[in-house]
């Protein structure tokens, strides 16, 4: 579902910025008066991040344009992180007996910090119009796994189980990994910026992005060799919704 809508959103945001290049020309932008904008991404606290949920996907920017009519020179600095509502990605069973079952719980998380530095470019009229941009991408970033175990007993021949509490094996975790990397990338950013009055801009934007995980180093806790050696890696994520609002002087 969340792949449709951002199908959806990529339709709708090239089909408009196809009509405004059509229609209108370069010089339907003017020089504005107040040309520096300084925003934030606004959708954590309109998706309830800020209620105090946890493991929850974030990404929090503040970000800084220099407007050159139809052009934005833009920097930025982020922090995303994404993990799972639940307590766990996934589960194995490890061992069974007539009368208990274990099971091994894995989970994975992520977070880093970057720098982004690039430029839009802007087509519009009145208080709307439409941007294409991109900017390269720098930062460092943490990968965490961890995997424990749990037991249950048996309650029924239908295959019913209920887990022990009492057991030492219960609720213990037995392995961590903590990977480090040097994160380097592009994004591109598909908008549109609604102008709200002389001062404020609110901007909706579809953001893909391209990263290559450089490995620096990791820490592991790995009783049952669960894990192998972390390794550089690539990465593509179709987008995040960013709802940005700025402020221009």
């Known amino acids: 579902m969340e792949n449709k809508l951002l199908l959806i959103a990529f339709s709708f945001v090239f089909l408009f910025s196809s009509k405004a290049q059509d229609i209108l020309p370069n010089d339907t932008i003017s020089i504005e008066e107040n040309r520096n904008y300084f925003g934030s991404n606004i959708s954590p606290l309109l998706m309830g991040v800020s209620a105090g949920k946890e493991n929850f996907n974030v990404k929090v920017n503040m970000s800084y344009k220099k407007n050159f009519r139809d052009k ?55 208080g ?32 019913n189980y209920t887990l022990d509490t009492n057991s030492n ?15 380097t990338g592009i994004d591109v950013s598909f908008g549109i910026d609604w102008m709200l009055n002389e001062r404020f801009t ?31 890696y690539a990465d593509f994520k179709l987008g995040y919704f960013d709802l940005m609002l700025f402020y221009r002087f």
């Open 128 to 159: 709307t119009r439409v941007h294409v941009g991109i900017d390269a991408i720098l930062g460092y970033g943490t990968n965490q796994s961890n995997y424990f175990d749990r037991k249950f007993n048996r309650l029924d021949s239908a295959g």
């Open 169 to 183: 094996v219960s609720n213990l975790f037995r392995g961590r990994r903590k990977s480090n990397f040097l994160l």
């Open 202 to 232: 609110f901007t909706f934007q579809v953001t893909p992005q391209f990263n290559y995980y450089v490995f620096l180093n990791q820490r592991t806790k790995d009783a049952r060799n669960e894990y192998s050696s972390s390794k550089s």
């Open 72 to 126: 934005n020179l833009r920097f930025s600095f982020n922090y995303l992180t994404e993990g799972n509502v639940s307590a766990y990605d996934y589960f194995e069973p490890i061992s069974t007996t007539d009368s208990t079952l274990v099971n091994r719980y894995f989970d994975n998380s992520y977070n880093h910090y970057d720098f982004r530095f690039g430029f839009e470019e802007l087509r519009g009229y009145n």
